[in-house]
């Protein structure tokens, strides 16, 4: 099933999970997929690789688990930058073979151990070429705050409009911490045209080395009552982690008040935050979209 279709009539509950890494077991996914795939979200997506790993064979087979093993249907990550195009068709083909539909498109991130190769510069490069080479739905990564390496935001939503107009089925957003980023981008990528799903990206933070590595990669804006939370339970592990999902919780609340898309929730791998967030506004999510 593609994802885009499911927009029309309800607002979309997502998760992300990423492959274990190196040093641990493939099979250690297996029981938090179960767990996940008991609280019935609309899909879950599986990132290429964790820690700069690049193990496209274990995207796929977690993918192909999630919709043929635990009944929810799956997304594939697919960063194009380190790869050439013969490449990317090959995986395009292992992901057909194993019945995923829908494919994240982006281009990467140019790490020391696995620098670019010449083929793609842009992820509207890949979504095109996708097009060319079968029937996916894809989806395109959004920066409510800007890309971290654009020059303005201005010219972020530029390079975001070419990528939709390139054949974009749906849009994920970066995490943000402040739902005002959000609605301020929503409105202005709806100004320039660009009329695609948008689903919110939202991280519960459940301890400070977590948001100050993503603070640190991402550059996302911390608003004063996210700082006071921080500070607040900082030697507190258990109140951090609590905090962490209330203020979760209420981004979503809004979120989802204010008729958004959909929601994606990074899991981080945990089930415990995910069943914890689910039970809170499950509800929400069943309210037909027309109602206010």
């Given at each position: 099933?593609?994802?885009?279709q499911l927009f029309k009539d309800k607002t979309v509950l997502s998760f ?147 990528k939709v107009d390139a054949g974009t089925d749906q849009l994920i957003s ?119």
């Amino acid at each position: 099933m593609k994802m885009n279709q499911l927009f029309k009539d309800k607002t979309v509950l997502s998760f992300e999970v990423f492959p274990p890494r190196k040093t641990s077991p493939l099979e250690s996914i297996y029981g938090t997929l179960r767990e996940l795939g008991n609280l019935k979200p609309d899909f879950i997506s599986v990132t290429y690789g964790a820690g700069g790993s690049l193990n496209g064979e274990t995207t796929i087979s977690i993918a192909h688990a999630v919709k043929h093993t635990y009944g929810i249907e799956s997304v594939a990550h697919l960063p194009c930058i380190h790869f050439s195009k013969d490449e990317i068709k090959s995986i395009l083909k292992e992901l057909k073979f194993a019945g995923i539909d829908n494919i994240l498109a982006l281009r990467g991130d140019i790490t020391p151990e696995w620098q670019p190769k010449q083929d793609f510069r842009y992820a509207s490069e890949l979504v095109s070429f996708i097009k060319e080479q079968g029937d996916f739905n894809i989806i395109g990564a959004c920066y409510p705050e800007g890309h971290s390496e654009a020059a303005t935001v201005k010219q972020d939503l530029i390079n975001l409009k070419e990528k939709v107009d390139a054949g974009t089925d749906q849009l994920i957003s970066q995490l943000f911490f402040d739902n005002e980023f959000f609605y301020v981008f929503r409105d202005k990528a709806a100004d320039i045209g660009i009329n695609i799903p948008i689903e919110a990206g939202i991280m519960p933070v459940v301890n400070k080395k977590q948001i100050e590595k993503m603070v640190s990669i991402c550059g996302v804006h911390l608003p004063k009552k996210f700082k006071q939370m921080m500070e607040k339970y900082e030697y507190y592990p258990e109140a951090f982690r609590d905090a962490g999902i209330a203020y979760a919780i209420d981004q979503l609340v809004d979120l989802v008040s204010q008729g958004v898309d959909g929601v994606h929730l990074y899991t981080m791998n945990s089930s415990l935050i995910a069943r914890r967030i689910n039970e809170a506004v499950a509800t929400l999510f069943s309210v037909p979209k027309t109602t206010n």
